[in-house]
């Protein structure tokens, strides 16, 4: 659920709304054009990193930590960013979306990954803005969720280095997007190991893993449905900063994140299912369980009504002189046991 913390304040107040206050802050900047590529990685300690612009190259810095607000307002007015873009960066509930601005774009979304101990998927809001030959990409933890992309920039691998600050945005989405197929992927194995579970051991279910599973899988589908929406969006641009040759791989994304949504709605019948056969196994062990005690109690009611009988206070009682009479009662309720049970089995109620 959204936590606003800037209501009744201006338009454009930036407030950080997340919790992760001891992030420690850092820069990783890149800019490269078709021969040439460099990196620098600043901490929040160091002055801050702007460098002359050049449309040229394309330049790209990647902050990570949002809770300093001042050194966001800073960066953000370095490049132009509007104001509302800037209280949007460090709103981390704020719905992925796309809004277009006069110099540039702003792009937000959600980036997942998979705890497998706790069977959590672990969400983190990311805000790009990219203009002409800069991009900015804001990310609320410190994982270095762009690595591999670094990597392909600087082993120059693809057509990144030969386009725009606008392929560099589509790649950033694109391997957020990829990683969504990989968080989907694990909660589907999640939940595989629970149907071989529910299957073969239902009493070591706890009934919360169901419920665990469910809440990812919302997570998943709240946030990759309005990406599709804002990709969308992004697609019908006529911006002039937008390549027509990218709009292409655009539409791969966005294609991606049909897939993603068409995938969660998938695990999501999947999980039905589940809760379904749980409760059908749960309901079938009770049954079980009745049915043995509705054997049992029926087996001691003829027993109770002989012993009943004879432990009537009556002076006559004539089986009650018999010599061996203790013997022969034992010996007829065992027959009725034994005989009721034979019934039992061929009306293969047991």
Do not use: C
């Not at 049992?296 to 002076?315: K, R």
Request: aromatic share 10%; net charge negative; glycine share 6%.
């Amino acid at each position: 659920m959204a936590k606003k913390k800037n209501v009744g304040l201006p338009p454009g107040t930036l407030v950080y709304t997340g919790d992760n206050l001891d992030i420690p802050i850092s820069i990783t900047y890149v800019a490269y054009d078709e021969q040439n590529y460099s990196t620098e990685t600043y901490v929040k300690e160091q002055k801050l990193p702007i460098h002359q612009s050049n449309e040229d190259i394309v330049q790209w810095y990647d902050v990570k930590g949002l809770h300093d607000t001042n050194l966001i307002q800073a960066i953000a007015d370095s490049f132009g960013v509007h104001t509302l873009a800037m209280e949007d960066i460090v709103d981390v509930y704020k719905r992925p979306s796309h809004v277009e601005y006069k110099n540039g774009h702003f792009i937000s979304l959600k980036s997942f990954t998979y705890n497998k101990e706790k069977q959590e998927v672990q969400p983190q809001t990311i805000s790009l803005f990219f203009g002409k030959g800069f991009v900015l990409s804001f990310q609320e933890h410190e994982d270095d969720v762009f690595k591999v992309l670094r990597d392909r920039i600087e082993g120059s691998k693809g057509r990144i280095r030969q386009r725009g600050a606008d392929y560099l945005t589509y790649a950033i989405i694109d391997v957020i997007v990829d990683k969504y197929f990989d968080v989907i992927d694990n909660v589907e194995e999640t939940l595989e190991e629970l149907e071989d579970t529910i299957s073969n051991n239902v009493d070591s279910i706890n009934k919360g893993e169901l419920q665990a599973t469910k809440l990812n899988l919302i997570k998943i589908r709240k946030s990759v449905v309005p990406l599709r929406e804002a990709l969308n969006q992004f697609i019908r641009s006529e911006s002039e900063l937008i390549d027509p040759r990218t709009e292409l791989f655009l539409r791969d994304v966005y294609d991606h994140t049909i897939q993603v949504v068409e995938s969660t709605d998938t695990l999501r019948d999947i999980l039905g299912g589940l809760q379904d056969l749980y409760i059908s196994e749960i309901s079938l062990k009770m049954n079980k369980i009745m049915q043995v005690l509705t054997i049992v109690t029926a087996i001691f009611v003829p027993l109770s009504f002989l012993t009943g009988l004879y432990g009537m206070n009556f002076e006559v009682i004539p089986e009650l002189k018999q010599p061996n009479g203790y013997f022969i009662l034992w010996a007829f309720m065992l027959a009725i046991t034994i005989g009721m049970l034979w019934w039992f089995k061929r009306r293969k109620w047991l």
